[in-house]
């Protein structure tokens, strides 16, 4: 390693402006004050960088009385005026979000689609549809951004959509199709990974570094944090969950393979077995959970059954990355919350190498929503590393 | 995230003689021009660090013409008078290794050990018996320090070996007693996280930010390099991979569950499947597969069934971790080479998310050395991280 090379005044300059609009993008409004401290810079420098976040339109500044004693304090607050784009392409529906900077869900729209009309084409269109009504409703504010969660491997390069077995997609130029319909630059990447990255700013994960977390639907992704940072392997496509093959025995996989952990644990998987129609989503889930802990005997089974599954699964999880804490997300969650004990047995039938105390199970603090709060994050990420390149235009 | 605070004089100097020290000991002897060049440092500057490593001890300077028309450049390298033992405490055997700074290997010698002197008192006794041997060897060198590789997860705080199934260990105090009784500090660490340290150094994934390196022998070990950092969970228990549950059918294995990982492709599987004993090791493996190669038709299916199996996990971790290459260590890099095609067709029977053509699968090329290697370099870390604080005594 190298010795550091000069940091000049205005690598500097950006580095502290950087920290302070992630500091109350994250934390929310917070005073000059406490600002001061946390950057180890003096009164007046804070000044000088809260004035210019002022004048790029990004903060806006407040006076309070904190506590009761102190004099009034400075209180820098997000600027109201800056918006992105959020939007989660599910397989059953595509929901759409404004997200002001700071993290406020401003607006949000939800549209069913289903299987016949995942052709990507259709898909781009019905995206861009409904982010052109967002911001038609928001035209006094800044669009700073697009950010797309989509459930397959995204690669990190340009945003192609790799494999995305549960929309039929392989290779699939999304990222670029949706950009050039909205002539606006696009940012996309995998639901789980955009999922673990909410969980860790604003939700279950906040303070934790070491981070799986697992969303099923119809299929399973994964996301993870290592040592803080996202995972993304060597060309985003790090996470894939839902095709670890647990058994040799079972239904055709989507992916053509058998035993596949999302053969296991997925929506439909519950709701067949449950003697339920496939395709009723996470209302026809909570039906089977409530059928079984009323004492439907085939719903009972099946919530069972798909416990039974998840300890398998979340097992290989923990021996794998030794996490902190798993977040576990979507029909995932409504299986742990009501089956707790019995996905823990499951967990512990096989060797759990970390004790299990060491390793925090629980469920999403945003709910059906952590994909999309983490596209939003995507969206924020450029202006929040570099304040100063903010567009000025709308 | 605040702004950085002042480099003083001192840090920058340490690590400059760390960027010097490392290089030599990674590369071998560079010259002064090389290392002006790499560190962006004046002459003079380089100069004084290599004198002051030099005065400590860790290297010496030698006059060399470099091409051949150039004036004689100094060439700085690694002094021979440096060692740490290295250990690789196996099922079958306990290795001890004398390597020399600059990573050459001095002295080496092996004691079998089975499976009724798996008892961690026994253990220490014998390995530190061997190291004793070992450093008698070797008066004139300076010991830098003990590492030790172990088949199990250890606890990256105090070096607990947590769970070591074929050695029959469970929250064993293996590093402090062995500490202990040769009255020296010993690192401890799982043997394949040390072996994708070596074959990163050193090896097949030189170069290459993001390694899963998988390993068998009775049973499986992984360790893995994200984003050239080492993967080791909240504790220090990351990357088991050989419990993942393939399979719902199977054997009991050693950790109580069915259908393991490792119990489809350690050793033993092959053996015992292919009509041999178990416990042969390496030798046996090897007279399995050039048996299987001479037309002996169950030693054939066993290996064919073992390459079958070997596809199913390097798929689920490819899928995984995205990584850009998997070095494949012991019996797995043995069925490797005997079966290359098979288990490229048994990894893409299920989805493979990562193309194919963007993963490359190679055996470890330190051979079953890699996890020693990586032992030596866990011992050698202290005095390439600060080369100042090296022990000036014996």
């Known amino acids: 390693m190298p010795a550091p090379t000069g940091v000049g005044t205005e690598e500097l300059r950006r580095a502290n402006l950087r920290a302070i609009l992630q500091t109350v993008h994250t934390h929310g409004p917070t005073t000059r004050a406490v600002l001061t401290k946390q950057l180890g810079l003096n009164r007046s420098t804070i000044g000088a960088l809260t004035g210019e976040l002022q004048s790029l339109g990004l903060v806006t500044e407040q006076t309070a009385v904190v506590g009761g004693r102190g004099r009034p304090s400075h209180l820098v607050v997000p600027s109201e005026g800056n918006v992105v784009v959020a939007v989660d392409v599910g ?57 797309v969660a989509v459930p397959g491997a995204v690669r990190a390069a340009d945003g192609l959509v790799r494999f995305a077995p549960n929309l039929g997609w392989v290779e699939e130029p999304f990222t670029a199709m949706l950009a050039a319909r909205l002539d606006r630059p696009v940012a996309t990447a995998n639901d789980a990974n955009l999922g673990v990255l909410a969980e860790h700013i604003r939700g279950a994960a906040m303070g934790y570094s070491e981070v799986a977390y697992l969303s099923a639907s119809v299929g399973i992704g994964g996301g993870f944090l290592i040592d803080g940072r996202p995972l993304t392997g060597a060309r985003g496509y790090a996470g894939e969950v839902g095709h670890m093959q647990v058994d040799s025995h079972g239904m055709i996989c989507r992916c053509g393979s058998v035993g596949c952990w999302e053969m296991k644990v997925g929506e439909n998987v519950l709701l067949m077995r449950a003697g339920r129609l496939s395709g009723g989503g996470p209302t026809a889930v ?15 089974e099946a919530v069972d059954h798909v416990a039974d599954w998840c300890g398998v699964g979340i097992r290989a999880i923990v021996n794998l990355f030794n996490p902190e804490v798993v977040v576990l997300g979507g029909c995932l969650a409504q299986v742990w919350r009501a089956a707790e004990t019995r996905v823990n047995i499951a967990i512990q039938r096989g060797q759990l190498i970390s004790p299990r105390n060491e390793t925090l199970i629980r469920s999403a603090q945003l709910g059906d929503d952590s994909p999309l709060i983490g596209a939003a994050e995507l969206a924020f990420g450029p202006v929040l590393d570099h304040p100063q390149a903010v567009p000025q235009a709308v």
């Open 91 to 147: 397989v059953d529906r595509i929901a759409v979000a404004l997200v002001g900077l700071g993290g406020e869900v401003l607006d949000r729209r939800t549209r069913g689609h289903q299987r016949g009309e995942h052709d990507v084409a259709h898909v781009v269109e019905s995206v861009a549809q409904m982010i052109e009504e967002t911001l038609a409703q928001s035209r006094h504010h800044r669009c700073l951004g697009v950010g």
């Open 286 to 300: 909570a039906e089977v959970i409530a059928a079984a802990q009323s004492g439907e005997a085939r719903a009972a």
